[in-house]
């Protein structure tokens, strides 16, 4: 790899997690300093570590992580004491015994893999480096507290005025992603260009990527707003686009089966129907529609929520009707499997927007021109 191309990639790098530097930077040097200055500890190793630890977690698991820190310090800790007690410190056997009775109850209790560590490097830090101590006051606990607190303080003060702002741009990417490869895929019929359909299969697997970003932003929205008590009222919003963002999950791996289909329909000699591209341009409208019913879910009034709920379930079906004239004739199995992943797709934003399950069902039939049951 060139110079060029490595300075490109990092710059690209920093470009993507400058705040984590910020973030870190900030929060481990305050930490140190209030546990100097406050708690009146000479050495607060673990308040800077805590800090650290926490904010290195992904945004929405912060919460969590900190108080297993926190833990993880105090078990540590509290096993170092009494085995330093019994054995003294700085001898092998302290060592051997702290550090097997530390992971053996940490994973007896079941502790996650950051508590299981911090609660042995505490432990170990504790023996190897600090002098013993008679004191009885816990300041390294006390250190992992502060550590923990500030690294929250900072992680909310970087989510800005709006934490909602966000997760609403993030499910706008994984919707625009959707409906860009669904018109990708109906150009690439249209002139049976197996390259370019291709791309579009290529795209849609890349989708996934997009979602984590905005399953990511889901639990940062509920993180920081279960924090901010006088915002709690949007909670509501969050659970809807977290309930709807599973759906999402099963309408992306449809339109990936679509673009792989619509891949083997450009090999055939016959053109597809031409319905079959305007069904497809018509999902990438429903997919938009949906998207603005669930930004009405965080941002908007009730009536607002209503309003464009009711507009995506009637785009959503009416692109379900264009479809269904695909099939007219005698259509080769391609054409069959696309509109079928379209059927899917229906139901999965149909869901994703809160309708009632029996109802979609029975409406997508309709839809779809099949009897009722």
Do not use: C, K
């Amino acid at each position: 790899m060139s110079v060029a191309g490595w300075l490109r990639i990092s710059v690209d790098h920093l470009r993507q997690r400058w705040l984590l530097v910020v973030e870190s930077t900030a929060a481990a040097t305050g930490a140190w300093f209030l546990a100097t200055r406050f708690v009146g500890h000479p050495q607060p190793f673990f308040a800077p570590a805590a800090a650290i630890i926490v904010l290195a977690q992904v945004r929405g698991q912060r919460t969590r992580r900190a108080v297993e820190v926190v833990l993880g310090v105090a078990g540590g800790v509290l096993v170092a004491d009494v085995v330093i007690q019994a054995l003294g410190a700085h001898n092998a056997w302290t060592i051997f015994t702290v550090i097997l009775l530390t992971l053996t109850v940490a994973v007896a209790v079941g502790a996650s893999t950051v508590a299981l560590v911090q609660a042995a490097v505490s432990a170990v830090y504790l023996v190897v480096v600090v002098p013993p101590t008679p004191t009885a006051v816990p300041l390294r606990f006390i250190d992992a507290l502060v550590g923990g607190a500030v690294a929250l303080l900072a992680s909310q003060l970087a989510a800005g005025r709006d934490p909602v702002a966000p997760l609403v741009r993030e499910s706008g990417q994984i919707f625009d992603e959707l409906g860009s490869v669904l018109e990708q895929v109906a150009a690439a019929l249209d002139r049976q260009d197996e390259t370019a359909a291709r791309e579009a299969l290529d795209r849609a697997r890349r989708a996934e990527d997009v979602l984590e970003r905005l399953q990511t932003a889901v639990l940062a929205a509920g993180e920081t707003l279960s924090l901010q008590v006088w915002r709690r009222r949007r909670l509501g919003g969050i659970h809807a686009v977290d309930a709807a963002t599973r759906q999402v999950d099963y309408a992306v791996r449809n339109v990936r089966v679509l673009a792989r289909a619509g891949v083997t329909l450009t090999r055939l000699p016959a053109m597809p129907p031409p319905a079959l591209g305007d069904a497809l341009r018509s999902f990438a409208a429903a997919v938009g529609a949906v998207h603005d019913a669930l930004a009405a879910d965080l941002m908007g009034p009730d009536e607002a929520i209503r309003r464009r709920t009711e507009e995506a379930e009637t785009t959503v079906l009416n692109a379900l009707r264009v479809a269904v004239r695909a099939l007219a004739g005698d259509p080769p199995l391609p054409v069959v499997m696309i509109v079928g992943q379209l059927r899917l797709t229906a139901i999965d934003l149909m869901r994703g927007i809160g309708a009632d399950d029996v109802d979609i069902l029975t409406r997508v039939d309709e839809a779809f021109g099949l009897p009722p049951v």
